[in-house]
């Protein structure tokens, strides 16, 4: 192969040709870099043709003016070993704007993710912490608003004392109650400013976040819902949360049944739900996996250690 711009092909390569080992690695083919030109062995056609292909998608990305790192070669080439196409990785047909960023799915999981709630009122998103579930619903919660498709964004969790006791926390209500709503926020901060603007948010009613306690006996019409961290309600407080959807909003629930911070014998309201909803009219389910996770590398590891191990998931460490 050749890549006629000498720039882009030493960023295509990788520092110390990073983004060919990592290719090699994986895929199973053995790449040989001269100049700007790199030669391909494998051991079939198609591998030859898919790792051709792949590198030519990244070299396209290079000559849009788009960033090529090695998270995102090894994304890529998650997607070659699932047999799944690279442009809804590559390409902006499955991005998501926010104010302050374009953001593009990480994987194929993901990709799904997104589709699924193009076409349904109602998502489950479910799996490993670092597999994007809350950012990718908050993102596209924003998303939403952005193009008036809803009037207001309402993100709750259930506030379950994972080991501390919630009345003996320091504050107010709102002090209390904070700390349990703190990733939601930090996802917000990301793509649409700091404090400030959240608060300006707040009071042009287009944003609420509250525990799902203040959920109860509501109707939420053009509205995004999210509720994280699903898998620590009951199957009263679940129920009762799905039966808030209004007129032209959609739902979305994230959550990991390996975490579930319910009292010992409590079933969950989300392993509930995904059961009794299972094949429902109007209702998707994503599931992730541990390859999903797309924070630092080690958490999919740990994430793959801990369930290797069997561990008891009643009362788990949060990732």
Do not use: W
Not at 95 to 117: C, D, G, H, M, Y
Not at 193 to 222: H, S, W
Not at 234 to 263: A, E, H, N, Y
């Amino acid at each position: 192969m050749h890549f006629p711009d000498n720039q882009l092909a030493v960023a295509l390569f990788g520092e110390v040709d990073a983004h060919l080992k990592l290719i090699e690695k994986r895929l199973n083919v053995v790449l040989y870099p001269r100049g700007n030109t790199v030669t391909i062995a494998a051991p079939t056609r198609k591998q030859a043709q898919q790792v051709k292909e792949l590198l030519t998608e990244l070299y396209q990305c290079l000559e849009r003016g788009e960033t090529v790192d090695i998270d995102r070669v090894q994304d890529c080439v998650q997607a070659v070993e699932e047999d799944a196409p690279l442009d809804a990785l590559l390409t902006e047909k499955f991005a998501i704007e926010t104010p302050k960023k374009l953001i593009l799915p990480r994987n194929v999981r993901q990709v799904r993710f997104i589709e699924s709630l193009i076409k349904s009122d109602l998502l489950f998103g479910v799996g490993p912490a670092g597999t994007g579930k809350t950012y990718l619903a908050v993102a596209m919660a924003v998303q939403a608003l952005m193009q008036n498709r809803v009037t207001r964004i309402v993100l709750t969790r259930p506030a379950v004392e994972a080991g501390e006791n919630l009345g003996f926390l320091p504050g107010d209500l709102q002090a209390k109650v904070d700390p349990y709503l703190r990733p939601l926020y930090d996802a917000l901060h990301d793509m649409v400013g700091g404090p400030e603007r959240i608060e300006k948010m707040v009071e042009k009613g287009q944003l609420e976040i509250a525990p799902l306690a203040y959920m109860r006996g509501r109707t939420l019409d053009d509205a995004a819902i999210i509720l994280d961290e699903g898998q620590n309600t009951t199957p009263q407080q679940m129920k009762m949360f799905l039966t808030r959807l209004g007129k032209g909003s959609k739902v979305i629930v994230s959550g990991d049944v390996t975490q579930i911070d319910l009292p010992s014998g409590q079933r969950s309201g989300l392993v509930e739900a995904l059961s009794v909803l299972k094949g429902v009219e109007g209702v998707s389910m994503t599931f992730f996996r541990e390859r999903d996770v797309v924070r630092h590398p080690l958490v999919q590891r740990i994430v793959v250690a801990y369930d290797q191990a069997r561990l008891p998931a009643s009362h788990p460490s949060t990732l």
